[in-house]
Each structure stands twice: as structure tokens, then as C-alpha cells.
């Protein structure tokens, strides 16, 4: 399994943005699927976006659509979540996470997990 470790969150006003980095340990980076989750706060995690382990293939939440792009960094060991247009509704923990299937959506088919990092957007 690859450790994971996110950073780059923060506070920010509606309609700025934010670029968070997932960064992975271990030589298998790119073999791995990986993913954004977040958890708002007194809610369930949730689905926001993944890739697959070269980059060729993208799934998006619709509600992020068009306002968030995944990309990775195979040679850094690192997954990015460009965020713009932010709105008060992103306000979660996001969490980075890393699979063995070619892509997914579904929490429990991702092994490893970072320890989150808070996003606050204030309207």
C-alpha cells in the first residue's frame, strides 16, 4: 500500500480557488488509481473525482463538473485537485485515496487514505 499525505487546504472566500497535492510514498505510485473524497461537515463522505494510474481517464461528481480538475505527477509521487469557483458548499475534510481498480467512485474499493485536509469556504 502507498501512504498518503494531503495538503494545500485552507479558507477562501466564494469564487476563489485552491490547489491541493496528495503526496504518495512508495515506488508504486503509478499503479494506482487514485481519488478525492471529501466529508462536509455533519455529513458522509463523498465521492468528488478520480483518475486512473496514467492519467488517461477522469470521473467527476456532477457537482463539480466544469469547476474542478484532477491531474497527476507520476515522477513526483503526486495527485493535484484543482478547485475554482469555489462556493460555501465545498466546505469539507478532503481526503486523498489510492485503488488498485482502473477507476472508481465507490469508497470501499480505495486501500489507502490520507489524513484529510480542511477546505473552508466562506460566502
Known amino acids: 500500500q502507498v501512504q498518503l499525505v494531503e495538503s494545500g487546504g485552507g479558507l477562501v472566500q466564494a469564487g476563489g480557488s485552491l490547489r491541493l497535492s496528495c503526496a504518495a510514498s512508495g515506488r508504486t505510485f503509478s499503479s494506482y488509481s487514485m481519488a478525492w473524497f471529501r466529508q462536509p461537515p455533519g455529513k458522509e463522505r463523498e465521492f468528488v473525482v478520480s483518475?486512473?494510474?496514467?492519467?488517461?481517464?477522469?470521473m467527476y461528481a456532477d457537482s463539480v463538473k466544469g469547476r474542478f480538475t484532477i491531474s497527476r505527477d507520476n515522477a513526483k509521487n503526486t495527485v493535484y485537485l484543482q478547485m475554482n469557483s469555489l462556493k460555501p458548499e465545498d466546505t469539507a475534510v478532503y481526503y486523498c485515496?489510492?485503488?488498485?481498480?482502473?477507476?472508481?467512485?465507490?469508497?470501499?474499493?480505495?486501500?489507502?487514505w490520507g489524513q484529510g485536509t480542511q477546505v473552508t469556504v466562506s460566502s
Open positions: 483518475i486512473t494510474d496514467i492519467g488517461g481517464s477522469t
Open positions: 485515496a489510492a485503488s488498485r481498480l482502473y477507476i472508481s467512485a465507490r469508497m470501499g474499493d480505495f486501500t489507502s
